[in-house]
């Protein structure tokens, strides 16, 4: 990963200096952030509600916060954009686009494996079985996995969810870490 991608990567929610993205609200676009879009119900581009769901209870299992900071949102609208502008983990790992197929295969596994080992989908698991199931992923210990490889599921996935809590000014305030907006682009590494 170069420099430049990792920059890219640290500050993607800064739009418009507040975390903005743009989502779409009864045919207009508007300036808000992934958080804000989940509290106004902002309906989905191309995720179904059964995968928003599972990437909700994925996303607080792997980084307790994601589900408020609106991780599916921020994943629906950046699979939604094109591949060159996304700022997923995927694009950054050189997942081949579209991006969407990455995260439905992700979700698809991991909502097979979920039933498989306990008769429920992911998001019906008790935290507890939640954590249990993370760690199996994240180790490639799932019996029978079908889908994208384990592990490199578990880092997009964790990735994607620590960028929308903590890539915000308010995320690197709860971090204790000064937001360098301010600072020219040259100046900030």
Known sequence: MD?????????????AGMGMLAFT????EILMTPGEARARAVPFRLLSGDE???????GETLLPGA???????????????????????????NVKPPYINFYRAAIGGIDKASTARSGKRFAALSATEQHDFI???RQNKIEGWQGPPAGLVYFVLRS????????????YESLG????AHIAPEKRW
């Open 67 to 93: 589900r408020a900071a609106g991780v599916a949102h921020f994943i629906d609208q950046q699979v939604s954009v094109t591949p060159g502008e996304a700022l997923l983990e995927a694009r950054i790992v």
């Open 160 to 171: 994607d969810a620590v960028d929308v809590v903590y890539g915000t000014m308010e995320g």
């Open 52 to 58: 928003a769901e599972t990437i909700e209870a994925l």
């Open 177 to 180: 870490v000064p937001y360098m």
């Open 25 to 28: 609200v009864a045919g207009a």
């Open 3 to 15: 420099k430049l991608n990792a920059l890219e990567r640290r500050v993607f929610l800064k739009g």
């Open 135 to 137: 760690d199996a992923l």
